[in-house]
């Protein structure tokens, strides 16, 4: 009943605590921006000129200024940094730390200056690490901020001109060209072979092609009207004009960041921290009175009842606790910086550790995020390299932008040895690529003066123009049975994810220089060329060991499913369910909880949709990572228990993270992982040392308050046994981990602590109690406070610090296994210490007599006894309850 009574009382101690904590902001980009920013996309452009007040030759100087200074500069929101002061006092705010500094003022308020300067000390170092490490975090992740274009080209009174990004302004009318970025959202006027590059937005590797048409049917994604451009984008390829419809925070991007800013929700580790610093107030809140007034009725001295009180206040305080964990979590962030990892936020590489989900983007992570060719076909599926030359030859000889397909097939042929065939030709003329026939044709001439067309481009277009095909030099008909052919192709590489074009040719009679569109007709199809987006060679492996340690992985991505579901089957992930975003969008929170469960992929996603699925694995107490680079990433990277970037990706997302990668590696973050868990082991191990011998020790102090005569340790006493005590622990950062220990996620188990506590707290009472019985009946120490006090900090101390090598793993100390040189070392000069004290000169100071020699030798008897004792019931323990 007392074991019921007590975890119940524990977990709705906890609950209570962190009711208000688990509160998140519901920010969403807002329909209404979203709406209206699509609604320009059907205006036609006259009307649109007029409500946005300008016209096509631009906005005048003094119309631009009147808007600048109305609306103010172009600028996205980002997260602004706190004085130093205030991320100082934001350290501070830790209930912990708090409790550190009560004690400390009612410590001075006592005249007891020794324990106020050690307390200051401990809060001092603790602060002080974590304010550093944290500073040197953020400097190094400025350091890292990508370089982009700050101009464009805007149109003011009919002129062309370079203005900085900052100035642009609703109205303005954009020239597009090549490598732009995109500085606003954008409706497009006019447009020739524009491609933009939405990657960051969408996730999908591949440009989109753009053109000022309106729409014909609704389309409920803003991201897929081919008529807008948006901020954060850029120019592939082509030329534009387009007409600013949004600037600064009004944009697409814009509303994201806002949405973002400011918002850092308590993770997994600050949670963890903060429900066992209140599980250690609630022990207080009980022990501390109860201490002071059993003593203050008892032997009548209130004074002295309540400085002994506030002693064991200390005394049971895990004063060391900050400066462990900073000490702890420092020493992992410089681990990780050896293998090309910032942390920003200290808290997050024990996130790492306890993580049992990542959700990564796929481009980049999962992907080289560049286009190879990887077939090329005849119209029977078999390699034909007779495709390969003439589609080399059309990429090779055209004029115009070279998008990733042409860099696919250059590099190709390349490696193949392909790229001589040039020399055999020269180019005649070009028709090149537009949005109506979306192809592309080159006319060559050979050295004995043969002119061939070759035509490449989208599947439709091209057989639309032949009518026959070509299979092992021979031409035949193309007929419906053969076009069916080319259809199933075209399906099966599309549904594995595949982006395929045809490519064809025909033998021109005519000795003419120039060539129209009307020369396009009567081709010879040739055969398909498919391109992906390859997955890394790392992923596949590094994939492995995530699984290997325990992480489920989660594909979260704007492109779409076929894509994504090909690359899972290419690095070796099974899929177990695919949810798009627009089914989430459906869906309740309760649904989405479900769902998010049993998905392996999610594709089509909103930056909003990503967000939510991280936020519905998290009500589900799954600790989650995110992995991404992209502005669509930011809201999720924020949400996420740890959010991972790389140094490329853009500032929006990085300052949203809190781990930034130098290079984009699933098997970096398996490193971090491990290195995770061993800092969140270490810290375990000094938290149920501390929770089962301050459980113990209320135990000891009760009973022993209860039939003494006397207190059964001073103030100063207890002071100076928890001080060399907690300096005894300032090496378990150095410790080894268990490799049981790190197979699995480790996460905050507040139950379990209490639990360990409880069975193995009193072990250390029951030989406090065996001391007792020694110091008063063997010793006889009833009428000397003294003897009985020495005796028992001599005991105390002793199998405090000898107990860490026990609880440290889940083997036999000394035999399985060994603790780090500066542990033993740390130990080992802690106890010789504790028992110098009682015979050196500082002995009166303290109040300390000298022990007999049989003392010593039943000190031995009952410490072998204690670690045996303890051993027996760990073992037990973890057979019991497993390890965790």
């Not at 594709?603 to 991280?614: G, T």
Request: charged share 20%; aromatic share 10%.
């Amino acid at each position: 009943m007392l074991k019921t009574f007590v975890f119940q009382y524990i977990d709705k101690l906890s609950s209570f605590v962190f009711r208000f904590n688990l509160q998140r902001s519901k920010d969403k980009p807002s329909s209404e921006v979203v709406t209206k920013l699509a609604a320009y996309a059907y205006k036609d452009i006259d009307e649109l000129l007029h409500e946005l007040n300008t016209s096509s030759e631009g906005l005048t100087k003094q119309e631009r200024e009147r808007r600048l200074e109305q609306f103010g500069l172009n600028e996205i929101v980002h997260e602004k940094r706190d004085p130093w002061y205030l991320r100082l006092l934001i350290i501070f705010k830790n209930p912990l730390i708090f409790l550190l500094i009560i004690l400390t003022i009612i410590s001075l308020i006592t005249d007891d200056i020794p324990t106020a300067i050690i307390i200051s000390i401990m809060v001092l170092v603790s602060v002080s690490l974590r304010f550093y490490q944290e500073n040197q975090a953020y400097n190094a992740a400025e350091n890292l901020r990508s370089m982009v274009t700050t101009t464009c080209t805007v149109v003011r009174n009919n002129e062309p001109i370079e203005i900085d990004l900052k100035e642009v302004v609703v109205g303005d009318i954009i020239n597009l060209s090549a490598g732009d970025l995109i500085p606003a959202d954008l409706r497009l006027v006019s447009s020739k072979d524009l491609f933009i590059n939405q990657s960051l937005l969408t996730g999908e590797a591949l440009p989109a092609e753009k053109h000022a048409n309106i729409p014909l049917d609704r389309i409920e994604n803003p991201l897929e009207l081919q008529n807008m451009c948006y901020t954060g984008t850029n120019v592939g390829s082509g030329i534009g004009k387009a007409i600013v419809i949004a600037a600064n925070g009004n944009t697409y991007f814009g509303h994201i960041a806002k949405s973002i800013i400011g918002q850092r929700i308590l993770t997994s580790f600050d949670k963890g921290i903060e429900r066992f610093t209140w599980l250690m107030v609630g022990f207080m809140a009980v022990m501390v009175p109860t201490v002071f007034l059993i003593n203050g009725f008892g032997k009548g001295n209130w004074w002295e009842a309540f400085l002994f009180a506030i002693s064991v206040a200390v005394g049971l305080t895990p004063e060391m606790l900050p400066a462990l964990v900073t000490v702890n979590l420092s020493k992992g962030a410089i681990a990780m910086s050896k293998k090309k990892v910032i942390v920003k936020r200290l808290s997050s590489i024990q996130n790492f550790g306890a993580m049992d989900i990542l959700c990564t983007d796929k481009t980049g992570t999962l992907t080289e995020n560049k286009i190879v060719l990887v077939k090329n076909i005849n119209i029977t599926g078999a390699i034909d390299f007779n495709v390969l030359h003439f589609a080399y030859l059309n990429s090779f000889f055209q004029t115009g932008f070279k998008n990733l397909l042409d860099t696919a097939v250059g590099d190709y042929a390349q490696k193949n040895n392909l790229t001589t065939i040039s020399n055999d030709y020269k180019k005649i003329d070009e028709l090149p690529f537009d949005f109506v026939r979306r192809r592309l044709s080159v006319i060559v001439e050979d050295k004995i003066d043969k002119k061939i067309l070759i035509c490449k481009g989208s599947i439709e277009e091209v057989t639309s123009i032949c009518n026959s095909y070509e299979l092992d030099g021979e031409v035949h008909d193309l007929g419906d049975e053969s076009l069916q052919k080319i259809k199933t192709m075209r399906d099966n590489f599309s549904n594995d994810g595949f982006r395929v074009i045809a490519v064809a040719y025909k033998k021109l009679v005519n000795g003419r220089e120039h060539y129209t569109h009307e020369d396009e007709k009567e081709l010879t199809f040739l055969g398909l060329m498919a391109f992906f987006d390859p997955p890394k060679p790392s992923a596949a492996l590094a994939i492995q060991q995530l699984k290997k340690n325990g992480i489920d992985i989660k594909v979260l991505t704007g492109d779409n499913e076929l894509v994504t579901k090909k690359i899972c089957d290419e690095v070796g992930l099974p899929v177990r369910n695919i949810l798009l975003g627009n089914q989430i969008d459906k869906m309740t929170e309760e649904e989405l909880k479900t769902q998010s469960i049993v998905t392996t992929i999610f594709a089509k996603l909103s930056p909003d949709d990503k967000k939510r699925v991280i936020e519905a694995l998290q009500q589900q107490d799954y600790v989650v990572g995110f992995l991404g680079d992209g502005i669509n990433d930011a809201p999720g990277l924020r949400a996420a228990d740890v959010g991972i970037s790389v140094n490329t990706a853009v500032d929006i997302a990085k300052e949203s993270a809190d781990i930034i990668l130098l290079e984009m590696s699933l098997t970096v973050l398996s490193d971090g992982v491990i290195e995770g868990r061993k800092v969140f082991g270490n810290i375990i191990k000094y938290i149920k040392m501390g929770a089962s011998s301050n459980f113990g020790n209320m135990f000891s102090v009760l009973g022993a308050s209860l039939f003494l005569p006397f207190l059964p340790m001073n103030p100063l006493q207890l002071l100076t046994n928890n001080l060399l005590y907690d300096l005894s622990q300032t090496s378990i950062p150095t410790d080894n981990v268990d490799e049981e220990y790190i197979e699995k996620p480790r996460k905050w188990e507040i139950m379990e602590i209490s639990r360990f506590m409880i069975f193995i707290g009193p072990i250390s009472s029951i030989f406090d109690y065996v001391t007792f019985g020694v110091m008063l009946f063997i010793f006889h120490a009833w009428g000397n406070p003294s003897l009985f006090q020495t005796g028992w900090f001599v005991e105390s101390l002793l199998t405090q610090t000898l107990i860490v090598h026990v609880i440290r793993s889940r083997k036999i100390p000394f035999l399985q296994t060994m603790a780090s040189k500066p542990l033993i070392l740390t130990t080992v000069v802690i106890m010789l210490i504790g028992i110098y004290l009682t015979f050196s000169p500082f002995s009166g100071t303290l109040n300390f007599v000298h022990l007999p020699f049989l003392y010593w030798l039943i000190l031995g008897v009952i410490l072998l006894s204690y670690i045996a004792s303890t051993q027996v019931v760990k073992t037990w323990y973890y057979k019991r309850f497993g390890y965790s």
